[in-house]
C-alpha cells in the first residue's frame, strides 16, 4: 500500500482497500506502519478500522480514515 495517500503529520492514516485477495487494513502513524491485517469481507475490515479510529480518537489523536470509495 505504499504510495497510495499522502502522509501527514503527527496524524493517524487508517487505510482499507480492496485487493484481490480480500481487504486491506493498514494504520500508519508518521511513515511507520504500526498494523496490517488482511479480512475476508467488508464488514470485517471495515468494523475493525472503526474501532481503531474511535480507540485514536479517544485517546485525543487526529485520524484519517481512508478508503475505496465503493466499500463505504
Do not use: C, F, W
Not at 13 to 35: C, F, K, P
Not at 44 to 67: F, P, Y
Amino acid at each position: 500500500m505504499p504510495g497510495t495517500t499522502q502522509e501527514l503529520k503527527d496524524t493517524h492514516l487508517i487505510e482499507v482497500r480492496d485487493e484481490s485477495y480480500g481487504y486491506t487494513l493498514a494504520h500508519r502513524y508518521n511513515g511507520r506502519v504500526l498494523y496490517v491485517a488482511t479480512y475476508k469481507t467488508t464488514h470485517d475490515a471495515m468494523r475493525q478500522a472503526k474501532k481503531i479510529v474511535d480507540h485514536e480518537q479517544a485517546d485525543g489523536h487526529q485520524v484519517v480514515l481512508v478508503s475505496d470509495p465503493h466499500l463505504t
